[in-house]
């Protein structure tokens, strides 16, 4: 069993800077760039809630345009950005036996009614019913 690696959003900051630069030229302009950085650190940050206008105010930014605007109109190659992050993944973290396992929320599920929290019931249905 290959030994686990977990990254935390204080561990990203040099990774996260040395990723932007690799995808800067994906932006048409400066601002789009910007406003991809600041959406970035927003969603790996510690906010109780994430959509643009707390990811905005967690920038310091005064309204959310910036990051809509970065999400319905701006000029930006998101499928090269795509094909950057998946290539400085493989640098980074290609090992022939890892898993990854992506948990969004890192919440323990506990209830029976939580998703993930019951075991799973398999139930098959007999031949010939």
């Given at each position: ?19 932007l ?10 601002e789009?760039?910007r ?10 940050a510690d ?14 930014q ?8 970065l ?5 930006w190659?998101?499928h ?8 400085y993944?493989?640098?980074h ?26 075991a ?10």
């Open positions: 069993m290959a030994a686990g690696h977990r990254v935390t959003p204080a561990s990203w900051q040099a990774g996260l800077e040395e990723l630069g690799r995808v800067a030229g994906r932006f048409a302009r400066v789009p760039r406003h991809a950085r600041a959406l970035v650190l927003g969603l790996l906010l109780p809630r994430k959509n643009c206008w707390t990811i905005a105010e967690h920038a310091g005064a309204t959310p345009d910036g990051l809509q605007h999400l319905a109109g701006a000029v190659d998101e090269a950005v795509r094909d950057d992050v998946r290539d993944l493989v640098e973290l290609a090992d022939p036996e890892a898993v990854l396992v992506v948990d969004k929320t890192g919440d323990l599920k506990k209830g029976a009614r939580t998703v993930g929290g019951a799973p019931v398999h139930r098959h249905r007999r031949q010939g019913r």
